[in-house]
C-alpha cells in the first residue's frame, strides 16, 4: 500500500471519529436545552407537588399555600433544579448513547435489549452525582427552611462548613433505586410506543407523537416510582443527625398518615400531570432539536 493511500486512510478514520464526536455532543446539548426549557414552564407546578409530598396536603391546599407565599417566592430554588435538570438530562441522553454505542462495539454478539439496558442503568447511576442540586432545591422548597438559607451558594456553605460533602449526598440512595430502572423502562419502551401511535406525515404530527409517547412514559413511570420520591424528600429535608434507611423514612412517613398506603400516594395525580407536561415537552423538544441541529 502506498503511502498517499495510507495517508487518506488516516484522514478518512480522523474526519469518521470527529463526526462521531460531534454526533455524541449533540446528544448531551439537545438534553441539556429540553430540561432547561421544561423547568422553566414546569416549576410552579412542581413547587405545589413538593408541599404534598412533604405534608400530605391536598392539592388546593397546596396551592392557597402557594398563594399565601407571594409570587416573589414562586420561583425561589428555581437555580438548583435548573442546573442538575439541565445536566441530567444531558448525561442521561447523552451518556445512554455513548454507553450504547461502546457495548455495542466491545460486545457485538450481546442482545440489544441487554447492551441497551445496561446503558441505560449506568447513565441513571452517573446522574446521582448530581445529587446535591436535588438536596439544596429541597430544602429552598421547604417553607420551614424560608429564614435559614439566603439562596443555593448559601445553603452549600453551611451544609460544607458544619456537615461535610457527605451531608449534601442526603437522599443519594432513593435516587439511584429511582433513576436506572426507570431509565431502563423510558428508553426500552420509547421506540416500541411511539410505533404504537397513528403514523405521523408531517413535522407536528412528529412532535406531536414525541410528546404523547414522552409524556405518558414519564407520567406512568412517575406514578410507579412515586414511594422513592417521597421517601427522598422527607431524607433531604433533614440536616445533620443520622442517615436513616429507605425502609425506616418510609415507616415513619406511613405512620403519620395513619399507616394508610393510598396517602403516601398524595399529590400523584399532580405528578402525573405534571410529569406528561415535562416528559412531553422534553422528549419532543430533544427529538426536534436532534433533527435540526
Known amino acids: ?68 407565599d407571594g409570587f416573589h417566592t414562586l420561583y425561589r430554588g428555581i437555580l438548583p433544579p435548573l442546573l442538575q435538570k439541565s445536566s441530567t438530562i444531558a448525561i442521561m441522553f447523552g451518556l445512554y448513547e455513548d454507553f450504547s454505542r461502546l457495548l455495542r462495539l466491545h460486545a457485538p454478539q450481546a442482545p440489544v435489549l441487554l447492551t441497551d439496558g445496561i446503558a441505560a442503568v449506568l447513565a441513571g447511576t452517573a446522574e446521582a452525582v448530581l445529587t446535591p442540586f436535588e438536596r439544596v432545591q429541597t430544602l429552598l422548597q421547604d417553607p420551614r427552611h424560608h429564614g435559614n438559607f439566603q439562596n443555593t451558594a448559601h445553603i452549600f456553605r453551611v451544609l460544607l462548613q458544619q456537615h461535610g460533602v457527605r451531608e449534601l ?100 395525580h399532580l405528578n402525573f400531570q405534571r410529569s406528561v407536561f415535562s416528559w412531553g415537552i422534553i422528549n419532543a423538544t430533544y427529538e426536534l432539536l436532534l433533527k435540526m441541529l
Do not use: W
Not at 448531551?28 to 413538593?50: D, E, M, Q, R, W
Not at 423502562?185 to 404504537?196: A, N
Open 1 to 68: 500500500m502506498c503511502v498517499t493511500e495510507v495517508n487518506d486512510m488516516r484522514i478518512m478514520t480522523s474526519t469518521d471519529q470527529d463526526r462521531e464526536s460531534l454526533q455524541g455532543q449533540k446528544h448531551y446539548l439537545c438534553g441539556s436545552i429540553s430540561a432547561f426549557a421544561n423547568i422553566v414552564i414546569t416549576f410552579p407546578i412542581h413547587k405545589a407537588l413538593f408541599r404534598q409530598q412533604l405534608f400530605g396536603v391536598q392539592t388546593r391546599e397546596a396551592v392557597r399555600q402557594l398563594q399565601r
Open 169 to 268: 449526598y442526603r437522599g443519594l440512595v432513593p435516587i439511584l433505586l429511582r433513576n436506572g430502572p426507570s431509565n431502563v423502562f423510558f428508553f426500552g419502551l420509547r421506540g416500541p410506543m411511539k410505533e404504537l401511535l397513528p403514523e405521523a406525515e408531517t413535522k407536528a404530527g412528529h412532535l406531536v407523537n414525541d410528546f404523547v409517547c414522552g409524556g405518558i412514559l414519564g407520567a406512568g413511570l412517575g406514578v410507579v416510582f412515586y414511594p422513592l420520591n417521597v421517601v427522598k424528600s422527607h431524607a433531604q429535608v433533614q440536616i445533620g443527625g443520622e442517615f436513616q434507611s429507605c425502609r425506616v423514612i418510609l415507616a415513619n412517613v406511613l405512620r403519620e398518615r395513619d399507616g394508610k398506603l393510598s396517602r403516601l400516594f398524595r399529590g400523584v
